[in-house]
């Protein structure tokens, strides 16, 4: 999407279009079309035996067929129990931070401190107030200015909003049942009540919540967008401004060699994007089961987290073209 559309009332602004049915449906089929490839490579760690394709392949022409089975290639799930060791190593330090009783305590006994609490104890904002990445240079200003009081109601907001919503949808047997972002019911994610521009935006708030219920809640950051963006092979789907609507394409910006600067959509409606990462799970889920390896269902979107770190991995040089930078450097979870 062009950053400069982005505005509600721009009558170019692209968010209707995204959400429409005939649209979703080829994001979805395209998703689903080039899903399989990053997955094998992820969980592929020893090739088949010299020939083995060719085998296949002549096989198939002239139908022979073999007693023995083709060996194929061995899977390992290690990205995957790695990404849930990391998850749950981190996990405690959010809970520590914006358990229920803790924030009741800083609301009764001495809300002035809580940003103080904050910004020494979340780990998603000490890793940006720590980071040397100069395009964090506004954010920390923005941050700087809030006041505790106000971050303290954000959070509040937003643990109570997880709550009631684990109370309607949280169920697995519910949850199973959900695909659409009709069905997710997610759009109160994006209400101001639970954000402040510029500074406690879908990012921090996804991280938090996915560290408290990672079976229901996707992380919504610069990795999950750029993986559905080459998921999706790049393509615009005939949106108006024929851009990916998971890019923002800064019109305002140059990067280097004087390309336009293109980040992650930051804007996009998070009930959306939980509909393509809850369709990238269900996926994930049926693979892992095909080639004989766990599947954690209450880590679902760990693993979905992994997969699009992944897909990343697997296009660096693009990114640091698509960015204009040196090196890739995600905030860290």
Not at 5 to 13: L, R, S
Not at 66 to 75: L, N
Not at 165 to 173: C, N, R, S, V
Not at 299 to 304: A, C, F, G, K, Q
Request: glycine fraction near 4%.
């Amino acid at each position: 999407m062009i950053k400069s559309w982005c505005i509600d009332d721009n009558p170019n602004a692209e968010w209707k279009d995204i959400r429409a049915p005939a649209h979703v449906a080829k994001v979805r089929a395209a998703i689903e079309k080039n899903f399989a490839r990053y997955f094998e490579s992820q969980v592929q760690t020893q090739a088949a035996p010299a020939g083995t394709d060719l085998l296949a392949r002549l096989g198939e022409k002239y139908k022979v067929t073999s007693s023995k089975p083709t060996p194929a290639a061995k899977a390992d799930a290690s990205a995957f129990v790695n990404a849930i060791e990391e998850h749950d190593k981190k996990a405690h330090r959010y809970h520590a931070v914006f358990d229920t009783e803790v924030l009741n305590e800083f609301r009764v006994d001495d809300p002035d401190s809580f940003k103080t609490h904050l910004s020494r104890k979340c780990p998603v904002i000490l890793s940006l107030l720590q980071s040397s990445d100069r395009d964090l240079k506004e954010w920390k200003m923005k941050y700087r200015m809030r006041g505790s009081e106000e971050l303290l109601v954000v959070f509040e907001n937003l643990l109570t909003f997880a709550a009631e919503y684990m109370a309607d949808h949280g169920d697995e047997k519910t949850y199973a049942t959900l695909e659409t972002a009709s069905d997710l019911e997610l759009d109160d994610f994006d209400n101001e009540e639970l954000s402040i521009l510029g500074v406690i935006g879908s990012g921090i708030k996804s991280l938090v919540l996915h560290h408290f219920y990672p079976r229901v809640f996707p992380i919504l950051r610069g990795p999950s967008m750029f993986a559905l963006f080459f998921l999706t092979d790049k393509s615009a789907f005939d949106l108006r401004s024929d851009t990916s609507e998971f890019l923002i394409v800064d019109d305002g910006k140059k990067g280097k060699d004087l390309n336009i600067a293109m980040d992650h959509n930051y804007w996009y409606p998070y009930a959306q994007f939980t509909e393509y990462a809850v369709l990238v799970a269900r996926l994930l889920e049926a693979a892992c089961k095909a080639r004989g390896l766990d599947f954690d269902v209450e880590h679902r979107h760990v693993y979905v987290d992994a997969y699009f770190a992944h897909v990343c991995e697997v296009h660096a040089a693009d990114l640091k073209v698509m960015r204009g930078i040196d090196e890739l450097a995600w905030a860290s979870k």
